[in-house]
């Protein structure tokens, strides 16, 4: 009898130790337990992966920026390059423009010519200055991790302007110094060239007024704690 009771008895305890095992067992393996550990190495790799994917966005960019601005400059040395030849050129043509005139007032007006195309092409190079002088503060915004896309856009939009000034200048020069006014249409040749001047002008306060649109847009920093109330 008694070899049947600890039989028993020990059958029972094997039971209770069997089930205890796949108890624990079971609690090991529940995802409740181990879920919250997993998401939280889930979401620090998230994070990690976010932070090297727009790292690496950033140096895209940067490197695009400093193609352009390195493209930008090239064709700032060839304009400057271009100006002064331009310069010398128109210099030389205007002198023996009024070499060949015989009227001192023809004389006088061919230098007011001259005078008005330095005077246009020194406000070129200014608004030129002012162009490199946002591209830097473009620069600066967007190392800060401001979005400058569209003060970005507006610039660049700025170079289709910038040209067509460059152009209404050339043409201006080029017509001041073919003008002749020993010839029988010469006031109709003058009234072409005041025509050249106002086009350059206009061209020119163009670009002027979409250099300031583009100051205007530009994103301004928030503030450190702006927006909050908490105390």
């Known amino acids: 009898m008694k070899k049947i009771f600890f039989a028993s008895l020990v059958s029972i305890l094997v039971l209770v130790f069997s089930v205890s095992v796949v108890l624990a067992q079971t ?32 140096g895209e960019i940067r490197e695009k920026r400093e193609d352009i601005r390195d493209t930008r400059k090239e064709r700032r040395e060839e304009i400057k390059e271009r100006l002064q030849a331009k310069r010398v050129e128109l210099k030389e043509r205007f002198e023996k423009k009024r070499k060949e005139l015989k009227d001192k007032r023809f004389e006088r007006i061919v230098e007011r010519f001259r ?34 896309s569209a003060m970005q856009a507006a610039l660049d939009a700025c170079e289709a302007t910038k040209s067509g ?25 003058a009234q072409a060239q005041v025509a050249a001047i106002r086009q350059s002008n206009g061209a020119l306060k163009s670009y002027h007024s979409c250099l300031v649109g583009v100051i205007k847009s530009s ?10 109330n908490e105390q």
Do not use: H, M
């Open 27 to 58: 609690e090991d393996k529940d995802p409740a337990k181990t879920r919250p550990g997993e998401v939280r190495r889930e979401i620090r790799d998230t994070k990690k992966d976010a932070r090297d994917t727009k790292k690496d966005a950033r």
């Open 165 to 189: 000034a460059d152009a209404a200048i050339d043409d201006s020069e080029n017509s001041s110094a073919a003008v002749d006014f020993d010839a029988a249409n010469a006031k109709g040749l």
């Open 115 to 148: 005078k008005i195309a330095n005077i246009r092409r020194e406000a070129l190079a200014r608004l030129d200055a002012l162009a490199d002088k946002i591209q830097s503060r473009i620069d600066k915004l967007e190392e800060a991790g401001i979005d400058v």
């Open 219 to 228: 994103p301004k920093p928030e503030r450190e704690g702006a927006g909050t």
